[in-house]
């Protein structure tokens, strides 16, 4: 029987994986990333892009390049010459805008070769998420097992961990772990993320995503399936999507802070415009409102509690 890491790697990636169908994420799931939110979110970037004096965006699990393309758009109309590289497992979507380049990669934990991007903004948005972990859980006396899985979701509980897996267990998710409870093993995520910042010749690497740090760890376990717009209990049979939350302190990021705090500092601001400019500048109000209202949607709980983990590449 597989484990939960090789099930769910086989699930999304392998030949026929949930990540390889055509639909892409987006015909599964919405993230601050689409439509409006992803506007808002594109002309916040291009802020932080100009505050540090970046000259690209290199969008690592860009699903179908829908940040990128409002990147483009959000660049052409303040007049800013930014290069712009799409990175997923699939072939560069049709009709992408011609602007924006585009590398296929094997996926989960592995990368292709960036061609050392400098002096780039290097995103990765809900890619940790979906690099298969280890999954451990107590057995009756406290111990911590390997959780394998067969392609209908039955659980066994396997051998003790690796002694990687035990090492990362203690130093970032101690115990005591009672009988029955979760361990989602960072060390894949962390080693992701190390890859991603290898690959970088210069400037950001950011990863943002649901995540938890020491302290607030989620005792349960938090591995679920997505699949038309609904959570599903998580199948490892390429029918949807298979995502954890990411121990985000443990990728040894410069800085880890919520998407609510760094948008705001970037501008993005919820506050609704006051009632009297309806009545002198009623389409201004109403363009204001909606932007205030898609600001608060990025800021508020849900996707303003989301982490952003920084490193800066000298
Ligand atoms: C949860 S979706 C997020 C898509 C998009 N960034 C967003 O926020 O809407 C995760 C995306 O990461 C892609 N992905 C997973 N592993 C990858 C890898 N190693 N390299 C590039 N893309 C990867 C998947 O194919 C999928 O499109």
Redesign the pocket.
């Known amino acids: 029987m597989r484990t939960w890491q090789q099930a769910w790697t086989e699930a999304?990636?392998g030949e026929g994986g949930f990540?390889r169908r055509a639909e892409?994420?987006?015909g599964h799931?919405a993230?601050?990333?689409?439509g409006t939110a992803g506007e808002l979110l594109a002309d916040a970037l291009l802020r932080l892009v100009e505050r540090e004096g970046l000259r690209q965006v290199v969008?690592?699990?860009?699903?179908?390049g829908?940040?990128l393309t409002a990147l483009a758009a959000s660049s052409r109309r303040a007049d800013v010459d930014l290069g712009l590289l799409g990175?997923?497992?699939?072939d560069r979507p049709a009709g992408l805008d011609p602007r924006i380049d585009w590398l296929i990669?094997?996926?989960?934990?592995?990368?292709?070769d960036l061609g050392a991007p400098t002096d780039a903004l290097v995103l990765?948005?809900?890619?940790l998420?979906?690099?298969p972990c280890g999954i451990a859980r107590a057995d009756e006396r406290g111990v911590l097992r390997t959780v394998c899985v067969e392609e209908d979701g039955v659980e066994h509980l396997g051998g003790p961990l690796d002694d990687a897996s035990a090492a990362w267990v203690r130093r970032w998710w101690p115990g005591p772990h009672p009988p029955g409870a979760t361990v989602e093993v960072g060390s894949t995520r962390d080693e992701?993320f190390e890859r991603l910042v290898a690959r970088t010749g210069s400037g950001l690497v950011v990863a943002v995503d649901y995540g938890h740090r020491t302290g607030s760890r989620p005792p349960d376990g938090t591995l679920i399936g997505y699949r038309a717009g609904t959570a599903c209990p998580p199948l490892p049979d390429g029918s949807c999507?298979l995502?954890a939350h990411v121990a985000m302190d443990s990728l040894r990021a410069d800085t880890v802070r919520t998407q609510r705090e760094v948008l705001r500092d970037l501008g993005v601001d919820g506050t609704r415009p006051p009632t009297e400019r309806a009545h002198t500048d009623p389409a201004g109000y109403l363009a204001a409102l909606s932007g205030a209202s898609h600001a608060a949607a990025l800021t508020g709980p849900g996707p303003g509690d989301f982490l952003w983990a920084t490193r800066r590449v000298p």
């Open positions: 999304l990636y990540y892409g994420p987006a799931f993230t601050s990333t689409h969008d690592v699990g860009c699903g179908r829908e940040l990175v997923d497992v699939v990669s094997p996926g989960g934990p592995d990368l292709p990765a948005h809900e890619w998420d979906v690099v992701a999507d995502t």
